[in-house]
Nanobody, 116 residues
């Protein structure tokens, strides 16, 4: 069974940083693209970033380019999302996803709240 467990969310002031982690199990992690998606209050799911399985190429939604960094550690079956220069509009539940785009399986999410 695929399991994705996110952690690292919290309350942070505008301009602050957080590092999200996602521990994966139940599948051959190194063979899958991995993504982060988010859902702001009252809105639908939004793709944020993907890191490829084969060459580690990374892709970002335009509003987070230059502020967020996705990475993976295949030895630890973990994917990370470093969030810098956070804005109030980044407030959302962040989900780790197996695959590209919105993913086929997502975890339970970790809440990121950006507020002064």
């Amino acid at each position: 069974e695929v399991q994705l467990v996110e952690s690292g969310g919290g309350l942070v002031q505008p301009g602050g940083s957080l590092r999200l982690s996602c521990a994966a199990s139940g599948f051959t992690f190194r063979k899958y693209h991995m993504s982060w998606v988010r859902q702001a209050p009252g809105k639908g799911l939004e793709w944020v970033s993907t890191v490829n399985a084969d060459d580690g190429s990374t892709y970002y939604e335009d509003s987070v380019k230059g502020r967020f960094t996705i990475s993976r550690d295949n030895a630890k079956n973990t994917v990370f999302l470093q969030l810098n220069s956070l804005k109030t509009e980044d407030t959302a539940m962040y989900y780790c996803a197996q695959g590209g785009g919105l993913g086929r399986v997502r975890g339970q999410g970790t809440q990121v709240t950006v507020s002064s």
